[in-house]
Nanobody, 126 residues
Framework: QVLLVESGGGLVQTGGSLRLSCAAS????????MGWFRQAPGKEREFVAA????????YYADAVRGRFTISREKSKNTMYLQMNSLKSEDTAVYYC???????????????????WGQGTQVTVSS
């Protein structure tokens, strides 16, 4: 119902910054919450940040709070993740997700979301 395409991943040095984008198309009027998750090799997919599409309320994982900022431009159907002070432990594939059916598992749960992007690689070098 919603097509999500991430972009902006790449290689960056420790302490550097990177900005990820997630462009949504299709039934974007049905989006309630959009979120960012990441998954490193051999690890579980973990919550990074989320934003209410309408009100703009934001939610952050403890590991990124104060360093990452999630935002959206509703008119462009685009969500962003500004990542500052990057660390090696931030290295992962980052996924964009859309929640079309709210109040199921919570914004931090993988199973809350209905649509996922293909992912974009973020690599932080020491």
């Amino acid at each position: 119902q919603v097509l999500l395409v991430e972009s902006g991943g790449g290689l960056v040095q420790t302490g550097g910054s990177l900005r990820l984008s997630c462009a949504a198309s299709g039934r974007t009027f049905s989006m309630y919450v959009m979120g960012w998750f990441r998954q490193a090799p051999g690890k579980e997919r973990e919550f990074v940040a989320a934003i209410n599409w309408g009100a703009g309320n934001t939610y952050y994982a403890d590991a990124v709070r104060g360093r990452f900022t999630i935002s959206r431009e509703k008119s462009k159907n685009t969500m962003y993740l500004q990542m500052n002070s990057l660390k090696s432990e931030d290295t992962a594939v980052y996924y964009c997700a859309a929640d079309l059916t709210p109040f199921r598992r919570g914004v931090g749960a993988v199973s809350e979301y209905d649509q996922w992007g293909q992912g974009t690689q973020v690599t932080v070098s020491s």
